[in-house]
């Protein structure tokens, strides 16, 4: 299982994006969202996976674990109780992404708002930190292209 977090999500092309990864790993893919972000049933977001699937236009969207928190402080206490260790993403980390062991980890990867990443206050809330690799001509990448990095890696290390 590999579980994905997103401070004030509000972009409704990232989030239709986000959706269309998690339902093309069925099963394996769980979505925490926090703070003033938008809901996955929001018309834009549900019209534009609809758009990509004849499958959802015909039958509506599948249901999907996807849990909402006022803050991402309280997710953080939900999931550390709960034994899930936390993974924030920053382009400014030292660890690279790659670099973890996702098969063995129970954790969640956390990724901050579209337009300023983790606040170094949350970021302190991260058992760890770490970067996607990318070139120096990038300073971020947006959460439409991170996401599937992450989740179909952490699909191929636990498959």
């Known amino acids: 299982m590999i579980r994905i977090v997103f401070d004030c999500l509000r972009a409704p092309y990232d989030f239709a994006n986000i959706l269309q990864v998690a339902l093309s790993v069925s099963g394996f893919c769980e979505i925490h969202v926090t703070g003033n972000s938008l809901h996955h049933d929001h018309p834009k977001i549900v019209g534009k996976v609809g758009s990509w699937s004849s499958k959802i236009r015909k039958n509506g969207m599948p249901r999907l674990p996807i849990y909402y928190y006022d803050s991402l402080e309280e997710c953080v206490t939900k999931l550390r109780k709960n034994g899930i260790r936390l993974i924030g993403t920053s382009p400014d980390a030292?660890?690279?992404f790659y670099d973890l062991d996702l098969s063995r980890e129970d954790c969640a990867i956390v990724f901050g708002t579209e337009s300023s990443?983790?606040?170094?206050?949350?970021?302190?809330?991260?058992?760890?930190?770490?970067?996607i690799p990318m070139s120096k001509e990038l300073d971020f990448m947006t959460l439409s292209v991170v996401v599937p990095i992450v989740v179909y890696e952490a699909f191929r290390q636990q498959n």
């Not at 990443?117 to 970067?131: F, H, N, P, T």
């Open 94 to 96: 030292q660890k690279s």
């Open 117 to 131: 990443g983790l606040s170094r206050y949350k970021a302190s809330l991260m058992d760890k930190m770490v970067r």
